[in-house]
């Protein structure tokens, strides 16, 4: 699982890729795409990382605890440090985290980031009881590190000192405003459960929870077939479980959908096979190609930071045809009216849309008028469990919109304001964007 904060992305090396790690910094970095470091293992650090990979390969069941994972400078798309779990929750209930970080880029928080980001996940993990680290006596940074963490001493030596950060006897509950357009670890759109519910929500088509009702989505159609030529190549970010795709195919367009909700992705194939399904995230892992069209509908683009939307909006541009097409809609200004700060809870003794089981939801909704963003973000408490999970909505003027299209190279910018009528999506005041290249 990539793991994403506000600079940098987490990526988990794949067998492959780990492998070509310990032939090279070098190799690796250009299999994931990556700007080169410049950096070599040296001689301690390249051991430590054979026996962990000779570990890994020799207990896969267990290999997403022991993979090596790359910590990617966002801004620079660079590989600044790397960080593991040196056991599973199969081996000790205690996960001991090992991390390193480039020269360069020691003193920035980029290491805080990562470890804290990486502690989250663990203690989101079943039967995992803490988190521990060693430390020399002499390294204040790495002690530093881990207590910004949370870590607090619990053994020491002559050479050195263990930290903890324990689970039981602590609600974890997050009660401040998020850092903008900041990622917790679990996620609504890839959490195994909340999945099946988004797929549930997705097909009730008298509903605009998911995917807005059956009305709307035939609206939305024949706006985007009126706007594109005939038997277009087109690309669906963000597909769900391909309502609108499939409509597409049978208009006669060759359509490509990717979405990384795997229960969406499993119930669409299964649906139609004339339409190329893909589950993936499509900022880390654009599907590129040559597209008369993309489309990407419900106001995702405003759930992105500005870096990874003009990340994605450039992808899509070199990704058309001369003459093609971007679709999307966002919020507009006036979601303002809409929406307001609050914080609630609800306890469901059965279950329901959160979790199977009882759980307790606490839920707040923050605005950064300043940054014209709303943020949503719930503790979810099962037991001695909590999850955390954010979801971001960015809202534009109709002449921000424009310059920002304008900066990445489209032109011909269309802006449609009430296509749809009153619904009972996060609002209505939205706007459909046609922008071309």
């Known amino acids: 699982m990539i793991i994403e904060t506000a600079r940098l992305r987490i990526i988990p090396l794949t067998v492959e890729q780990f492998a070509l790690l310990l032939c090279g910094v070098d190799k690796m970095e250009f299999e994931l795409g990556l700007s080169p470091s410049n950096e070599c293992l040296d001689e301690h650090t390249q051991q430590a990382m054979k026996r962990q990979y000779q570990k890994a390969l020799n207990n896969l069941e267990n290999y997403h605890w022991l993979a090596n994972r790359q910590i990617i400078l966002k801004a620079e798309n660079k590989a600044i440090g790397s960080a593991n779990f040196k056991n599973s929750p199969v081996e000790n209930k205690d996960i001991e985290i090992g991390y390193g970080i480039n020269p360069g880029y020691e003193n920035q ?28 006596r002499e390294n204040y940074a790495s002690q530093k590190v881990l207590q910004k963490c949370g ?58 929870a998911a995917s807005r009702n059956k009305e709307s989505i035939e609206i939305i159609i024949d706006f985007i077939d009126k ?13 769900g479980p391909g309502l609108y795709a499939e409509l597409l195919s049978k208009k006669g367009h060759l359509v490509t959908g990717v979405d990384f909700n ?11 096979t004339s339409v190329k399904y893909i589950e993936g995230d499509y900022i880390s892992y654009f599907p590129h190609g040559e597209y008369d069209a993309i489309i990407m509908i419900y106001c995702d683009m405003g ?4 870096n990874n939307r003009d990340l994605l909006l450039k992808n899509c541009y070199s990704s058309l045809k001369a ?33 199977e089981d009882e759980y307790l939801l606490l839920s707040q909704t923050f605005h950064y008028p300043e940054n014209q963003a709303y943020s949503y973000q719930y503790n979810l408490l099962q037991g001695k469990d909590t999850k955390h999970f954010t979801i971001w909505d960015r809202y534009y003027t109709q002449n921000e919109i424009i310059n920002v299209l304008e900066a990445v190279g489209f032109k011909n910018v269309i802006i449609q304001n009430k296509l749809l009528s009153t619904n009972d999506f996060t609002s209505s005041n939205e706007m459909f964007i046609i922008a071309e290249k």
């Open 109 to 136: 928080g980029y290491m805080t980031e990562a470890v804290q980001a990486l502690c989250e996940w663990a203690m989101n993990q079943p039967d995992v009881e803490s988190v521990i680290a060693e430390t020399d």
């Open 151 to 208: 870590m607090t001493k619990f053994r020491e030596s002559d050479i050195g000192f263990w930290w903890k950060l324990e689970k039981v006897g602590k609600m974890n509950i997050i009660n401040t405003r998020p850092e903008l357009f900041g990622k917790t670890i679990c996620s609504i759109w890839t959490d195994p459960y909340i999945q099946e519910n988004l797929l549930k929500a997705h097909l009730d088509f008298s509903s605009d």
């Open 227 to 239: 706007h594109i030529a005939r038997e277009s190549r087109l690309l669906d970010l963000g597909c």
């Open 262 to 272: 795997k229960k969406s992705i499993e119930y669409a194939t299964q649906q139609n």
């Open 303 to 306: 759930t992105y930071s500005d």
């Open 323 to 355: 003459g093609g097409k971007l679709i999307f809609d966002v919020f507009n200004e006036y979601i303002v009216n809409d929406k307001h700060e609050s914080s609630d809870w609800e306890y469901s003794p059965d279950g329901g849309f959160w979790a």
